[in-house]
């Protein structure tokens, strides 16, 4: 049974940091392209960030140059380190296995004014 657990959501001001980990299961994670969505209130979910299983990696525009993701195989976690947060980043954010339908249950990161 394949399970995403998402944490290091929160409240963090207009600047702030915030780093977002998803540890995974149930899945031979290191052969795995993983990513992170998020999907704010009333809008679809979009991708935010991905790496492949050899480190490439791809960031959504509005993301390049402030988020950064990254994965440690031996703990079969992904991360995203957020750093100067907007408001438009207010989203919940899921953690996905690419190619698949495997998702996390999301965690909501809300930046304030």
């Known amino acids: 049974q394949v399970q995403l657990v998402e944490s290091g959501g929160g409240l963090v001001q207009t600047g702030g940091s915030l780093r977002l980990s998803c540890t995974a299961s149930?899945?031979?994670?290191?052969?795995?392209?993983m990513a992170w969505h998020r999907q704010a209130p009333g809008k679809q979910r979009e991708l935010v960030a991905s790496?492949?299983?050899?480190?490439?990696?791809n960031y959504a525009d509005p993301v390049k140059g402030r988020f950064t993701i990254s994965r440690d195989n031996v703990k079969n976690t992904v991360y995203l380190q957020m750093n100067s947060l907007k408001p438009e980043d207010t989203a919940v954010y899921y953690c996905g296995v690419m190619d698949t339908n495997y998702w996390g249950k999301g965690t909501l990161v809300t930046v304030s004014t």
């Open positions: 790496m492949s299983r050899i480190g490439i990696t």
């Open positions: 149930g899945i031979i994670f290191r052969v795995n392209a």
